[in-house]
């Protein structure tokens, strides 16, 4: 058996007492030809390993540089040096994988972050990543966890999709047809009864509507999956594939589905601080440092560690679309001319800029938007009383903008068909879906958070680039 070494996390809870360990792990730095500082991925903290003078090979020696693999076995003892608890006295050092020191890119100083993201495949060796990616990891366990405990059923919707009922123009097509003879119908269109399903498919943009289908028989499920959207925006908040998180639930009005939508959002963000304290507080530091670079008006009001206790502890706002309107046509910022969308009045989409007033202005902290004018939202949403609106809501983060967006879905079917015709949405493409609605059909909710915007939230990382492992954006795929 090659493996019974101890994770680096783990043996700096221990007291150092003589014990004889086996670490492996990644070089950081070696100073004096003596000092080793390990990195394991495990935490940012390195173990410092002592190579008494004179006890190894000058080769062995030559060849420890940084990001080279080691497997180091030798005793913990108390450090005499300052910043660490303990030293690993190496008996045997035997390098598992050599570094060109010329050629690693990676230097044991600042690397900018875009820097970073042309060598995504060596980032993680980063501190800064390293937080970043254990925290992405904690929030997702926390997803289960949180739903799982809950009895909600994790259901896997399909990736593939024939409906394109949602996101027409924003979807990426799958097809095995060649290029050069595409097969044409009489009217010149492409035949895609030759194509590979026998019909035109696509990347899935939502796991939503099988989602419903989920609900209405197991009462409560959540996805947890990948999306995709050939959206050519080329901004700080969108990826053309990311992760998102779908809870449905029968039984649910649009209250209880922002009550869920809030207990969710404060229960992964505890569970991170609970469980990576460390690494959020390291990331903290780096926001901060990365701040004082800015003009004092665009620094945050609050530190991340901050920030994050003040959404655990302080009740989402919810407001109505109406009210925000009032609020946003009210504001010093519309009448000053400030937004480059001025506030026209009631039935305007809203605009980031417009969110982000709100929330980082106006209230100073989350904010669930709720029952919108039916025209800017989908087919699928509750229409209310008042027949101008629909019980959609959406949540607004400081900082990020739409986190998530969700609502009651429309349970009564003469009510959907009416709106899926004046939508021009094709019901015989759905007729699945309207089976629903047929069969027992319940009141019904659910939304979507934007797992990499939920990340960003928690590691205050700007650039949505830098919370996903191989970023998918406009003109790049490396990696
Ligand atoms: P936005 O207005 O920010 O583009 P949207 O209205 O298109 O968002 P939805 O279709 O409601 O978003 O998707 C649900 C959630 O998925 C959003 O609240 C957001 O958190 C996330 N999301 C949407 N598009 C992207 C994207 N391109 N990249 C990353 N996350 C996204
Ligand atoms: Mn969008």
């Given at each position: 058996m090659f493996n019974k070494r101890i994770k680096i996390k783990d043996l700096l809870t221990q007291e150092p007492a003589g014990q004889e360990v086996t670490v492996m792990g990644w070089v950081r730095t070696f100073r004096n030809s003596q000092f080793i500082a390990l990195n394991d991925g495990s935490t940012n903290n390195n173990l410092q390993i002592v190579a008494g003078l004179g006890k190894f090979d000058d080769e062995l020696l030559k060849?420890?540089?940084?990001s080279a693999a080691l497997k180091v076995t030798g005793t913990i003892v108390p450090s005499l040096g300052k910043g660490q608890k303990m030293d690993l006295n190496a008996v045997t050092i035997e390098i598992l994988g050599d570094s060109d020191a010329e050629k690693y890119p990676l230097q044991p100083k600042k690397h900018s972050l875009e820097f970073l993201r042309e060598i995504a495949h060596l980032r993680f060796r980063t501190n800064t990543f390293g937080s970043i990616f254990r925290v992405r990891h904690a929030l997702a366990f926390a997803v289960h966890k949180f739903f799982n405990d809950k009895g909600f059923v994790y259901m896997h919707t399909p990736i593939i999709t024939a409906s394109d009922a949602e996101g027409a123009g924003e979807m990426f097509r799958v097809t095995t047809l060649p290029f050069d003879k595409t097969p044409r119908n009489e009217d010149g269109g492409v035949n895609f009864k030759e194509d590979f399903f026998g019909r035109s498919t696509n990347l899935t943009v939502s796991g939503q509507l099988e989602g419903e289908l989920g609900a209405t028989a197991f009462g409560e499920i959540y996805t947890f999956g990948p999306t995709f959207r050939a959206e050519n925006s080329n901004t700080a908040r969108h990826l053309a594939e990311f992760w998102m998180i779908e809870p449905e639930m029968a039984f649910y009005d649009l209250e209880d589905n922002m009550n869920l939508a809030e207990e969710f959002i404060k229960y992964i963000i505890k569970y991170a601080m609970d469980n990576n304290k460390e690494d959020i507080e390291f990331l903290a530091q780096r926001l901060a440092e990365e701040e004082k670079q800015l003009p004092q008006d665009k620094r945050?009001?609050?530190?991340l560690v901050e920030k994050l206790e003040f959404v655990l502890t302080n009740s989402f706002e919810r407001l109505t679309y109406a009210g925000a309107i009032e609020i946003l046509k009210e504001s010093n910022h519309n009448k000053k001319k400030k937004f480059q969308y001025p506030i026209t009045g009631w039935g305007m989409d809203l605009q980031s800029e417009h969110e982000r007033y709100l929330v980082e202005k106006h209230f100073k902290k989350p904010v669930i938007l709720n029952n919108y004018p039916k025209e800017i939202k989908a087919f699928y949403m509750r229409q209310n009383e008042d027949g101008k609106t629909v019980a959609a809501m959406d949540i607004l983060a400081p900082g990020i903008g739409e986190i998530v967006g969700g609502s009651q879905r429309e349970e009564r079917l003469d009510k959907l068909e009416a709106r899926m015709k004046e939508m021009h949405i094709p019901a015989e493409e759905l007729w699945w879906y309207l089976d629903t609605r047929r069969f027992g059909t319940v009141p019904h909710a659910g939304f979507g958070l934007g797992f990499e915007r939920m990340v960003q939230f928690v590691t205050g990382m700007t650039n949505i680039r830098d919370v996903i492992a191989f970023p998918r954006t406009p003109k790049s795929a490396e990696f």
């Open positions: 060849r420890i540089n940084t945050s009001e609050m530190g």
